[in-house]
C-alpha cells in the first residue's frame, strides 16, 4: 500500500499537484504516545494533531509506546509513523537493521538511574556483582546499565538480568524479586517517592535524549507531513513551558500516579532544546561507542557512520 502511494506521489508530482498530493493520499496518522515523553501526553489530550490534519480528512491514530523497544518494533514493523524513543535506543536498533530516523528532540531528560532498595546493601555500582537486576532490553535503561558496569569493570556476564518491561522491572524491585532495577520515569519516580526506593547510581550526561522517530520510508514520501506533525509538537512543547500545571496534570491522568511523582519526572526533564543536530550526535556517538567497547554493538559497526545515517536534519526547528 505505501508503494502504491509511493507511486501517486511520484505521478502527481510529475504533472505539477507537488506535495500538496501527500495529504490527500494520506487517511491516516499512527502516532505513539508515551509517559516518558511528556510533550506527546499533552499533544494528544489537547487533541492538537486531530485539528492540523482535520481538513485534509486524515484520521490521527494514537498507540501507547511502553519503551523505546516497544517504539521500535511498532516502528520496524510499519504499525506506527512516528515513535518515542531515547537516541542511543534508535542508534541500536538502526545498527540491526531497522530504518529509523530520528527527526526531533522531545526532551533532554535524566530519565534513568540505577534503582535499589534500602535493605539489599548496594550503594555503588561494583555492589551489583553477582546480583539480580531488572532491565528492559533495548531501551535507555539498557544501555545507561550497561556503560555503568562498563565503568566499574564488570559486564553482563558479572550479574543476572531479568529481562521485564519497565513497568514488571519496578514492581520486581519493590517485590524483592530482584536487587536492582534500572529505572525509567516516572515508574522510578514512583519508586523512589512512593516504594522507598533509592536512586544509588546517576550519571545525567549518560541519559541520550528522547527523539521522535519516522522512518525512512515515510520521511522520503511524506516530508510536509512529517514538518506538520513537527510543527504541532512544537505547538504543545510551547504549551508545556507556558503552563507547566497543564503539562503535570495531563501526566497525571495518563500515568495514573499522583502529583508529586510526575512533579519528580518534570524537576528531570528539560523541554527546551527542540532542534536535533549536533548535541545529540556527539552524545548518541559516545553512547554508541561505550556499546560497541562493552560488546553489545558489532566490532565491525561504523558507529560513527550509522549515528550519521539517523539523525535527519531535514526537519529541525529553528530556535
Do not use: C
Not at 480528512?57 to 516497544?70: D, F, P, Y
Not at 545507561?144 to 529481562?163: N, W, Y
Not at 541519559?207 to 521522535?212: D, E, I, K, M, R
Not at 525512512?216 to 503552563?243: G, W
Amino acid at each position: 500500500m505505501r508503494a502504491v502511494r509511493s507511486l501517486v506521489v511520484a505521478l502527481a508530482a510529475s504533472i505539477g499537484f507537488g506535495l500538496n498530493v501527500q495529504a490527500a493520499e494520506l487517511s491516516e496518522i499512527r502516532i505513539d504516545w508515551a509517559t516518558y515523553n511528556p510533550v506527546s501526553v499533552l499533544l494528544k489530550k489537547e487533541g492538537l494533531l486531530e485539528k492540523e490534519f482535520e481538513k485534509d480528512g486524515i484520521k490521527v491514530t494514537w498507540v501507547q509506546s511502553a519503551g523505546s523497544n516497544k517504539a521500535l518494533e511498532f516502528l520496524n514493523a510499519e504499525s506506527i509513523d512516528f515513535g518515542s524513543t531515547a537516541g542511543a535506543a534508535a542508534l541500536i536498533a538502526r545498527v540491526n537493521g531497522n530504518p529509523v530516523k530520528s527527526i526531533y528532540v522531545y526532551s533532554r531528560p535524566e530519565w534513568t538511574a540505577l534503582v535499589t532498595r534500602a535493605d539489599t546493601g548496594i550503594t555503588k555500582v561494583e555492589d551489583l556483582k553477582g546480583k539480580k537486576i531488572a532491565v528492559t532490553r533495548g531501551t535507555d535503561p539498557h544501555i545507561f546499565l550497561t556503560r555503568a558496569l562498563a565503568d566499574a569493570g564488570l559486564t553482563d556476564k558479572d550479574v543476572s538480568l531479568v529481562l521485564l518491561q519497565h513497568a514488571d522491572g519496578k514492581l520486581a524491585l519493590l517485590r524483592g524479586d530482584v536487587d536492582a532495577w534500572a529505572g525509567l520515569d516516572p515508574l522510578m519516580a514512583s519508586a523512589e517517592l512512593e516504594g522507598g526506593a533509592k536512586l544509588f547510581h546517576r550519571k545525567p550526561e549518560n541519559n541520550t535524549w528522547g527523539v521522535l522517530n519516522t522512518t525512512e520510508t515515510f520521511a522520503n514520501e511524506h516530508p510536509d507531513i512529517v514538518n506538520r506533525v513537527i510543527k504541532t509538537y512544537e505547538a504543545a512543547r510551547a504549551e508545556a513551558i507556558k503552563d507547566p500545571a497543564a503539562l503535570k496534570a495531563a501526566l497525571v491522568e495518563a500515568a495514573k500516579l499522583p502529583e508529586p511523582v510526575i512533579e519528580k519526572q518534570l524537576e528531570r526533564t528539560d523541554l527546551s532544546q527542540p532542534a536535533i543536530g549536533d548535541k545529540q550526535k556527539e552524545t548518541i556517538l559516545a553512547a554508541g561507542l561505550a556499546l560497541q567497547q562493552a560488546g553489545v554493538l558489532p566490532a565491525d559497526a561504523d558507529v560513527e557512520k550509522t549515528v550519521s545515517e539517523l539523525i535527519d536534519t531535514r526537519f529541525a526547528v529553528t530556535q
